[in-house]
């Protein structure tokens, strides 16, 4: 989408985020434009199977976190409009555990449901 908002295709009203974005530092957020109280941003996570032991969780963190750096990566997740983050596996597993009881629901609230 950031393509067609750029090439002006598209016009953004607003951020959904806490913050406005970096690729669209014009662009207001929600609460900026009288929204309070709404967000929802897409995140990506890696996850390991449960057990998996800390020195393993640390290594491949690190890995993540310098791949995340690397210029090449970097450009590409920016040029599709995205804010990268990194962190740590425990900032990861705290985002988890309010991500996932918020987002259960709102989706058990609305009745959806899989066909």
């Known amino acids: 989408l950031l393509g067609q908002v750029r090439n002006g295709k598209l016009k953004v009203l607003a ?5 406005r974005s970096s690729q ?3 662009v207001p957020t929600l609460a900026e ?4 109280g709404f967000e929802a941003v ?3 996570g890696i996850l390991a199977p449960a057990g998996t ?5 640390a290594q491949l963190n690190k890995a993540i976190n310098q791949a995340l750096q690397h210029a090449e990566v970097a450009d590409k997740l920016r040029s599709e409009g995205g804010d990268i983050l990194g962190g740590s596996a425990d900032q990861f597993g ?6 996932v009881p918020r987002w259960g629901k ?7 449901s899989l066909d």
């Open 33 to 36: 434009s009288g929204y309070k």
């Open 53 to 57: 032991p800390a020195p393993i969780v």
């Open 42 to 44: 897409t995140w990506f």
């Open 24 to 26: 669209l530092p014009d």
């Open 106 to 112: 709102i989706v058990k609230d609305s009745g959806a």
């Open 94 to 99: 705290q985002l988890l555990r309010t991500e």
């Open 15 to 19: 951020i959904t985020s806490a913050k």
